[in-house]
């Protein structure tokens, strides 16, 4: 499966962005996805994740209450709707791939898409 994010930009805390990932390959139905970010001098931490069926979900405590990932299967998309915008999130988002749901703030998915660009200006 390919990846490709969109959606990053410059936003004043407390505003929102989508973040939107686009996936090929007739599988994408089958994979789990999920939302990681890195900000500079830091190391890259997960986000969200997205069961295959859509109806599990989990969250970075981080994130939590603010933060939605969502699918559209029929576009081959998921979505991470990103709502009172702190300083802290500035950060590159990348979405992820994998057959496996659980842990991925242990063993990370085995599918990576390019990041974009999220800037929050206090």
């Known amino acids: 499966v390919q990846l490709q994010a969109s959606g990053g930009g410059l936003v004043q805390a407390g505003g929102s962005l989508r973040l939107s990932c686009a996936a090929s390959?007739?599988?994408?139905?089958?994979?789990?996805m999920g939302w990681f970010r890195q900000a500079p001098g830091k190391e890259r931490e997960f986000v969200a994740a997205?069961?295959?069926?859509?109806?599990?979900?989990y969250y970075a405590d981080s994130v939590k209450g603010r933060f939605t990932i969502s699918r559209d299967g029929a576009k081959n998309a998921v979505y991470l709707q990103m709502n009172s915008l702190k300083p802290e999130d500035a950060a590159v988002y990348y979405c992820?791939?994998?057959?496996?749901?659980?842990?991925?703030?242990?063993?990370?998915?085995?599918?990576w898409g390019q990041g974009t660009q999220v800037t929050v200006s206090s």
């Open positions: 992820a791939a994998d057959k496996r749901y659980s842990d991925y703030d242990v063993v990370p998915p085995d599918y």
């Open positions: 390959g007739r599988t994408f139905g089958t994979y789990a």
């Open positions: 997205i069961s295959w069926t859509g109806v599990s979900t």
